[in-house]
């Protein structure tokens, strides 16, 4: 059963502290998104990868957060340095852009970040 | 621009009622339609779509019709469970446009033995 998997489940960390949170994606996607959940924002798009590369960060705060792909099975998200306005769950998902298949996302369990 | 409208929560029913979530959209041309769901603690999941105007998407007792005559994207479910208490979310994909998906806000429902 594949799924995308996410590290931490949990953080709790300090302000201006760095936070790294990883997705390994489902063997064989080829885009990858970010997404924070707040109860006030609802859900947002931070940044998506197609084949690796970051076709869209706009959602994400340039100064302090950074996303990458070192390879096809990990996609990183980094925060550098957090504030408590981070706080929220993160969630990864992937997918397989492909003609036919209706652009399904598949989500990962998400990290919950606390910012003290 | 393109967009989606969700009906705001909480919703909360009784166990076996009827259930209906309504959903709205903007967008030029045939979008492709999703409802999501999450479950506490989890993430979104697909609970169905429908790709052309008219189709129905249906899954677990869930249905949705594709109305391109009123823009709406309408969940129902004819007897609700304690089960299906959780945060439902439409969503659309323009066509002609990148894989990204554009999120309604959200409806949570409650539903109550």
């Known amino acids: 059963d594949a799924r995308v998997t996410q590290t931490p489940r949990h953080k709790v960390t300090e302000m201006g502290q760095e936070v790294t949170m990883r997705c390994q994606p489902i063997?064989?996607?080829?885009?990858v998104f970010w997404y924070r959940q707040t109860m006030m924002q609802g859900l947002e798009l931070l940044a998506y990868?197609?084949?690796?590369?970051?076709?869209?960060d706009s959602g994400m705060p340039k100064d302090r957060f950074s996303a990458e792909m070192p390879d096809a099975t990990l996609a990183t998200l980094k925060i550098q340095p957090s504030e408590p306005r981070d706080s929220a769950v993160y969630f990864c998902?992937?997918?397989?852009?492909?003609?036919?298949?209706?652009?399904?996302?598949?989500f990962g369990p998400g990290t919950r970040l606390t910012v003290l | 621009g393109n967009s989606v409208t969700q009906m705001e929560g909480p919703v909360t029913l009784s166990e076996e009622a009827f259930l209906t979530i309504n959903c709205t959209y903007t967008?030029?041309?045939?979008?492709?339609l999703f409802w999501y769901v999450q479950y506490p603690g989890e993430g979104l999941q697909l609970l169905l779509k429908?790709?052309?105007a008219d189709d129905k998407g249906s899954n677990k007792g869930f249905e949705a019709t594709y109305r391109k005559e009123t823009t709406s994207f309408h969940l129902e479910k004819g007897s609700v469970q304690v089960s299906d208490s959780a945060v439902y979310f439409c969503?659309?994909?323009?066509?002609?446009?990148?894989?990204?998906?554009?999120w309604g806000a959200g409806t949570k429902l409650i539903i109550k033995p």
């Open positions: 998902a992937s997918g397989l852009d492909k003609k036919g298949t209706h652009n399904e996302q598949f």
């Open positions: 429908a790709t052309k």
């Open positions: 063997l064989g996607h080829n885009t």
């Open positions: 969503a659309l994909r323009a066509p002609w446009t990148d894989y990204q998906l554009i």
């Open positions: 967008a030029t041309g045939y979008p492709s």
């Open positions: 990868f197609r084949n690796r590369a970051p076709l869209d």
